[in-house]
């Protein structure tokens, strides 16, 4: 009998993950155990592979130039998010002593270990793709990033002319010595570390904060264009370093080296004290700019005694120090995304109205249009504009009585948030759920809800102790002599920019019982309700585990019943323990799992004995895949859940998730054979992932066959 597979918390993090897979590997069913930490991917290193593949985009010679460099920028702004956010957390539950391991068997120390190694790799990997790729390539295409030194005497006089003009009025420099504390530096802001000599020859150290309210990339030739598509750009510290003996007249510049800073930024709600959320969220982003810092970058080259300076006065920890070549800070580099190159860029297009909800006859509007049948609108492909047309119409309609909503991440100048104050001043009952704890996103929701509240908009800011995650609206509606309620719900956030940018799913439906969980749905949050018993909706915490739980269960009851037991999961990310377990158990029930999963995905594919029925598939193109799409075949009764929620224990206990059934059978037919095949027969921008936690491209028999390319094509051929 083979020896049992269960590994300590210490072996866990000295073996390769290639090995524990292998490990993974028992010889009978009963030496199997499904918690096993052999049997699971650390989050935080699932997470950073992401981070890997999106890279391969940047490095990827078929993908247009500049959106290579846009693909690069979005690796640095994820991993500036990472450390403010993951690592932090690490850093925080190491502080407090706790030793606990995930699934995985992992422990706090032994992820941050890991982490650092994997991010070193990261990093340098995205600082070579584009020094020895993207750099060189701009250049032959005509777009040069030059160094200071390399410019010509004319360009140079150029940007000196621009720094006196555009830069010295806003800039700052700040001393260090005893008479003057060390500066605050704040959370992700690029710096430089100077060094200069007084006449008395004594060495001082200064910083000076490189704003970035200016062009991160300072234009060298007549505006930027020598002629016609031809630029230079001179990175924006280069030329502050260049002309730093404008800012200390009279000293003598020794050196300066850039340097960044990330800070924890995840703010800490202690919402059982808070008397006014809204208040306690102001806070608490205030208080990001103080956090203790999680990450130094510095350049290769910077000398120990400047880094000493930083490290001891921002206080440091050692391992949170990363030398890294230059550019410092890739996520800039999305700066070259304005240049008016179309030839270097993805080709535009115009989404299509979904054809349900086309205006055909004069008296047909949004209204008509959904009481002919739930209507599935697929972003970006189909435009967004007719949920904002929607709401509008919603405002305007006199015969409207109310109109109900969430808002997660609605971004700035929203045409959504307009559309409601429009209903308020038209005599509409408007209640809105805006959640305030939307990372990185409280700044703009805290203003919409005061916008909405100085209108008599009735806002409710959230429950104890849960985000509001959900996507829903509910318009009530006086039709003759009736009520009628029409539903919106959705995969992604009511934002009509990344709209356009992220894939994802809307419905809209008169469905009796549906808008009946809906009206219940929102009287929970907005008022009291212990209701435990949706008639069609999943709804978190409340009844979502157990009925998801249910769903997989009759598949391997279906499969040990003689009908193929078939499953089909899209999501952004695959986390929750228990789920996963259920999976496997699928697995080796004998369904076949498919799983779409762009991000983080802690199962492991293809084990011997556990997951060989089961395939993971990331897909990571053009647009972010976001949609959530829950597919069961129910022996031939095939049943499909949309919705807000991935598979994860925040999503699933720790927030307000809605996934809810399309059972028009046109729709499902639509969901599985346009959608979900679609993306399975793709071999161009996926990977699959491998038993040991790697992801490979699969092989390629024939043509290349890109799921978001044909959508597009699609789309294109029916405005035509």
């Known amino acids: 009998m083979a020896s049992p597979i269960r590994l300590t918390a210490k072996k866990r993090s000295r073996t390769s993950t290639r090995s524990l897979a292998k490990a993974a590997a028992p010889s009978t069913d009963a030496e ?101 790729q993207l750099h060189p390539a701009l250049a032959e295409a005509g777009i040069e990033v030059v160094q200071y030194a390399d410019l010509t005497d004319r360009q140079r006089a150029r940007v000196n002319d621009y720094f006196a003009e555009s830069i010295f009025p806003i800039l700052t420099p700040l001393a260090f010595d005893p008479g003057r504390p060390f500066p605050h530096i704040s959370n992700l802001s690029l710096n430089l570390a100077v060094l200069i000599r007084d006449r008395e020859g004594t060495e001082r150290f200064a910083r000076v904060k490189v704003p970035d309210t200016i062009p991160q990339l300072v234009p060298a030739s007549n505006g930027g264009r ?5 630029y230079t750009f001179v990175w924006v510290e280069q030329v502050i370093a260049a002309n730093l003996d404008v800012l200390f007249p009279g000293m003598e510049i020794v050196d300066a080296h850039p340097f960044h800073v990330a800070r924890d930024a995840d703010i800490e709600i202690r919402e059982l004290e808070a008397a006014d959320l809204l208040e306690t969220v102001e806070e608490g982003i205030r208080q990001r700019r103080f956090a203790d810092v999680v990450r130094l970058m510095v350049t290769k080259d910077m000398p120990e005694p400047i880094l000493d300076i930083l490290v001891n006065n921002l206080e440091v920890d050692p391992p949170d120090v990363y030398r890294v070549p230059d550019p410092l800070v890739v996520s800039r580099l999305r700066h070259l995304g304005g240049i008016d190159r179309p030839d270097l860029k993805e080709a535009p297009f115009a989404p299509t109205i979904a054809p349900a909800l086309e205006i055909k006859k004069e008296d047909d509007d949004v209204f008509s249009n959904i009481r002919r049948g739930d209507v599935l609108v697929h972003h970006p492909f189909e435009s967004f504009q007719s949920v904002t047309d929607f709401l509008q ?44 704890k939307a990372r990185f996103d409280e700044e703009s929701n ?36 009736r009520i009628r309620r029409y539903v919106h719900m959705a995969t992604g956030n009511y934002n009509a920019v990344t709209a356009h940018l ?14 009946s969980d809906v009206s219940d749905l929102f009287n929970y949050l907005t008022g009291y309700s212990a209701k435990d018993d ?50 496997y158990e699928a697995s080796r029930a004998g369904v076949q799992v498919d799983l779409l999963i ?24 053009r647009f972010l895949e976001h949609s959530r799409i829950y597919y069961f075949a129910n022996g031939g009764d095939e049943e499909v859940f949309l919705g807000s929620a991935d598979w994860m224990p925040r999503n699933i206990n720790r927030r307000v998730e809605i996934l809810f059934p399309v059972e028009d059978k046109r729709l499902v037919r639509r969901l599985h054979d346009e959608l979900l095949m679609t993306y399975l027969k793709d071999n161009r921008n996926a990977r699959i992932m491998q038993p ?21 094509a699609r789309a294109s051929r029916r405005r035509i």
Request: with cysteine.
């Open 32 to 132: 199997i155990s499904l918690t096993d930490p052999s049997l699971y991917v650390n989050r935080e290193l699932s997470l950073l592979d992401f981070q890997q593949r999106v890279l391969e985009e940047a490095q990827d010679p078929r993908n247009p130039l500049l959106e290579r460099v846009k693909f690069l920028s979005i690796v640095g702004s994820n991993l500036d998010e990472f450390f403010m956010v993951r690592v932090a957390a690490l850093k925080e539950q190491v502080a407090a002593r706790i030793i606990e391991v995930g699934p995985d068997g992992m422990t706090p120390m032994a992820q941050l270990d890991a982490i650092r190694d994997r991010a070193i790799r990261l990093l340098d990997d995205a600082r070579d793709c584009f020094n020895q």
């Open 226 to 230: 020598a002629k016609q598509g031809q």
């Open 393 to 436: 119409r919603a405002a305007r309609d006199p015969h409207v009585l109310a109109i109900k909503m969430t808002l997660y991440r609605v971004g700035r100048n929203s045409p959504i948030v307009e559309a409601l104050l429009e209903a308020m001043e038209n005599g509409k009952q408007v209640a809105v759920l805006v959640e305030l």
């Open 446 to 481: 805290i203003e919409w809800a005061r916008a909405l509240e100085r209108e008599g908009v009735h806002v409710v800011y959230g429950l104890l102790g849960l985000k509001i995650h959900a996507k829903a609206t509910l318009v009530v509606r006086r039709e003759g002599s």
């Open 502 to 515: 992220y894939t994802d799913v809307g419905f809209f439906t008169t469905d009796e019982e549906i808008a």
């Open 534 to 583: 949706y008639r069609k909706l999943l709804v978190a915490p409340i009844n979502m585990r157990a009925r998801l739980r249910e769903l997989v269960l009759r598949e391997i009851d279906h499969q040990k019943s003689g009908n193929p037991g078939r499953i089909i999961l899209k999501m952004n990310s695959l986390v929750d323990p228990e789920m996963i377990q259920l999976l």
């Open 598 to 621: 762009r991000g983080v995905c802690c199962l492991r594919p293809q084990v011997p004995g556990v997951s060989e029925n089961i395939r993971v598939i990331s897909l990571v193109g």
């Open 692 to 712: 040991d936690g790697s992801y490979v491209r699969p092989k390629v028999d024939g043509e290349s066959f890109s799921a978001q390319h044909w959508l597009l």
